[in-house]
């Protein structure tokens, strides 16, 4: 006989199956048996499944989904003392069992041992989420005894982690803690509720657990969703009749210490905190029970002799309480009364009411206020949302009727002022001093009349627009052309920039030429001038050769003749 049965629970989680199982397969605690339910997945987990063999293991498939309604078939077939409960998305540190078994082995009057959580996101990396987050720190909870856990659940709801438990397996029968059948949000956390009204529980102060957030929370089965919403309220209307027995005498003073030594009846004073606690099954469920005590003939009296609480207080709460949502589904106005003393209206001197409106579109608005100084004028706003058509049949004050003027009305149709705008105002002839203001008065959709004027007005607007919005188009055309020629100057205003600057280099390359020329014409004339100077060196140099006598006797004899020949 194993010392532990595990449920591992698989649906979907292809991806992580096969890391919850190896989580299981390397305990350093070796003890156990592993049944395997898949319930119904659509991907491949089972191939998953399939793939893995030990002799501990046993395969459950169920072909339909259930909801997460597994341990009722699945835990007569569990062997083991203990039962772990385990998540094809989850893992465990190989040494979660080992210390939760040596724990429940050495305290028999512990009936189930958690551990602290380790999150992780969807690559199993450790996830730290924000402090705002619904999981920051949810699971790093201190040890308390039963009493101080069952408060907790009473202020904060749940904090245990469902695959970190470790709990024996008779507390099942014993505590009735698998009828939670149609709950898909919270059949752990009334599970938990069950256990601590009944005996005790502790948390290993090490993550032994690591906890998958997916998309960070939104897919997780209790993630942020609308459906997970609705379905939460239901479920903890019904959870409400474990949590009440919170008020039995050997557990209410123990968990309300406060109440100590007071003579009070648990059940009522348990039913006023759910009353009063703001949670509308709460809310419902305490009124309930507080019925069920005030038709009683002997706890109604207790009521009325311990609390002072009667008939007529529980009429006043089930009319205080809107346990139903209906003011969401009924029609107020936010009216507003404005006193000026002088130094014109402003909102620190103004009363703000909400005022009921009838189905018949009647409304009355009553105010109470002692007015301490002289009121120079008085301004009424009956709502500050809709458009409405609004006829006021009478105004009161003190008693007194008083004249009340349109200020800001568009026009009058029948006996309705008709409003465009969110914001009507009216103006009240009121004395200097009063205490009271009743005004009476009926509202209508803007009327049809006015409508189709507004409707007539827009429709001509709308020609209006059209119009302009076809001039529009021909200016946009025509700026289009003009900025096409535009563009188009442009450009041959920077081809002929270009060409400007070609010319301009082509001209100073010319210059450049013509300097060379000159400087070279400047030499060649210098060169010739010197060529026909040394010219006429020569020439008188032979000038003077030809007039020596020696040189002619010489030459008669000689080739040379002809040169000296004058």
Known sequence: MPKVSIILTSYNHEKYIAQAIESVLLQSFSDYELHLVDDGSGDNSMDVINSFQDPRITVHSWVQNRRGDVYRPTLPLCKGEYIAV????????????????????????????????????????????????????????????RFEWLRFFWDHGNALCHPSVLIRKDAYEKFHMLSTRGMAQMPDFLMWIRVCLNGEIHVIQEKLTFFRLHNVSAANASGDKPDNHIRSATEFFLLCKDLFRISERDKFFNVFPD??????????????????????????????????????????????????????????????????????????????????????????????????????GSFLLKITCAVQQDVVSLRYDPDETSLWDIAIDSVKIDGNEQRITAINASRKIDDFDSFFTTDPIYEIAAPKRFSEVEIRGRVRPLSVQFVELIAGENKSLKAENERA??????????????????????????????????????????????????????????????????????????????????????????????????
């Open 259 to 360: 109440y100590q030594g007071q003579d009070i009846v648990p059940e009522f004073v348990m039913a006023r905190l759910m009353v009063e606690s703001g949670n509308k099954p709460s809310q419902l469920f305490g009124l309930t029970k507080i019925y069920e005590l005030l038709n009683n003939l002997e706890t109604s009296a207790q009521l009325q002799e311990k609390h002072n609480y009667t008939n007529a207080d529980f009429i006043s709460d089930t009319g205080k309480y809107d346990v139903f949502s209906f003011i969401g589904k009924l029609t107020f106005l936010n009216a507003s009364l404005y006193l000026d003393y002088g130094d014109g209206y402003s909102e620190k001197d103004s009363i703000k009411e909400l005022v009921y409106l009838r189905a018949t």
């Open 469 to 566: 919005s076809g001039e529009n188009e021909r200016i946009s055309a025509e700026s289009v052309r003009l900025s096409n020629e535009n563009a188009r100057l442009s450009a041959d205003v920077s081809e002929f920039r270009d060409e400007n600057a070609r010319l301009s280099t082509e001209v100073s390359e010319f210059r450049d030429e013509n300097a060379q020329l000159h400087n070279a014409n400047t030499k060649m004339t210098s060169l010739i001038e010197n060529l026909n100077s040394e010219k006429a060196s020569f020439q008188n140099e032979l000038n003077t050769i030809k007039r020596s006598r020696l040189l002619r006797v010489v030459a008669k004899f000689t080739k040379c003749r002809s040169l000296f020949e004058v």
């Open 86 to 145: 385990h998540h094809s998305d989850d893992s465990w540190s190989p040494d979660k069992l080992q210390k939760q078994v040596e724990f429940l082995d050495s305290n028999p009057d512990t009936v189930a041992c958690f551990t602290h959580v380790q999150l992780i996101d969807e690559n199993g990396d450790e996830y730290t989420p924000h402090e705002s987050d619904f999981y920051y720190k949810k699971f790093d909870q201190p040890n308390r005894n």
